[in-house]
């Protein structure tokens, strides 16, 4: 049963709301001002303490500080803004004025209540996964993580550039994030840029900035991408993607610590570092031109390759218990369990989109189960008896059409781009680009 403790001087209406919440089920401790409740109560027993703002002797707002992390509910006669504002600064989780309707009070305490037991069961997960795991959020413990997380530790201290290697799908932003929060810029901004999501035309504006006027549709400054994260950290996804332009002045701001808006020509400093993921291969885009050798070396001052999942041993199972408790949490879903079978598929599915892959799966999942656990039809995957060869012994450009000519017939495009953990208009790409036909099948479209 949730206990809530009522701070409030006026007796009628300490009494109303009382009595209002035992007839909904909560266990309730009252108080008349700030001292007499520190006396009696501790804060930390309490689920949620709604407290009046001008009591007798120490304001409401002062159960901010002393609630340990308890949400604070404060209410107010004076229906002021500023009183409510100057609430909310300090910390209170939400206010409501008197005087209230019973039910929009009720609700409001609902809210809170769930946010406060989501808040716990997060923290309680991220405490359990720093005990287990060398970098939280990095599940694994495999060899090849293993190493991942080694070359975390190392390389965060340090001010260089880092080069993040894997399939799409493998866990690059998380990386990238767990390198920015172990660093000495960890309380500066994350700048996060997709390189592959912006238009060509555009990516230097965006990136760089530009001055009013320097282009037609300017009709207002913009600051970039890398002028807000002067001071943190700029991850740019999928660099690979980046036109040959901004690779050059993208260089000039890695070598001199400059950089330029468009439209302008005064230099300004700017002190960032540098994160990149790709999952192409550079070393070949070098050869091939398409990318720039200077930039390349530059950016590969230390290089992370994070592996598949097919290629992770057991930690396919981790990441899938893990990944149901979050997500039932998250659901606000009693705690499911998966079944043997489909514990064994996860197991023994290769995951092409790899872990990006199986979130969605189990996302889905939980969305669907009506009963306490989890099967394989749930999850939605499809093993075949007969694999022609190992996943380990393929290119991922290989197992893609392996995968695609061996499912294309049974799926539709949005359900194979969605088991591949990629967008239909990848799917499409790759399909031109590898130069796979579609579908006979006239409902698979």
Known sequence: MNRILIIEDEAVIRNAVKKLLERNDYAVDDAESVEEALQHFDPGDYQLIIADIRLPGKPGTEMITLADGVPVLIM???????????????????????????????????RLLRQYRDSRTTRALKS??????????????CPAMLRVCGEIEKVSPTDAS?????????????????????SRRSEAPFITVNCAAIPESLVESELFGHTRGAFTGADKARTGMIQAADGGTLFLDEIGELPVGA????????????MRQIGSDRLQKVDIRLLAATNRNLKKMVEDNSFRSDLYFRLQVVEITLPPLRERDSDALDLARTLLKQTCSQMNRPLLTFTEEALQAIGHYHWPGNVRELKNAIERAVILSDGDSITTDLLGIELTRETPS??????????????????????????????????????????????IPRSGNPTAS
């Open 76 to 110: 107010t006669s004076y229906a002021s803004v500023r009183s409510a504002v100057d609430a909310m600064k300090l910390g209170a989780a939400d206010y409501i004025s008197k005087p209230f309707d019973h039910e929009e009070l009720l609700l409001v305490i609902r």
């Open 128 to 141: 359990d996964l720093e005990k287990t795991y060398p970098v939280a959020g990095m599940i694994g413990n």
């Open 162 to 182: 880092v080069l993040i290697l894997g399939e799409s799908g493998t866990g690059k932003e998380l990386v990238a994030r767990a390198i920015h929060e172990r």
């Open 247 to 258: 690779q050059a002045r993208l260089l000039r701001v890695l070598q001199d610590g400059e």
């Open 390 to 435: 190992s996943s380990a012994d393929l290119s991922l450009e290989d197992y893609f059409k392996q995968y695609v000519l061996t499912h294309q017939n049974g799926m539709t495009e949005t359900e194979l781009a969605r088991q591949l953990g990629i967008s239909r208009k990848t799917l499409w790409e790759r399909r031109q680009k590898l130069g």
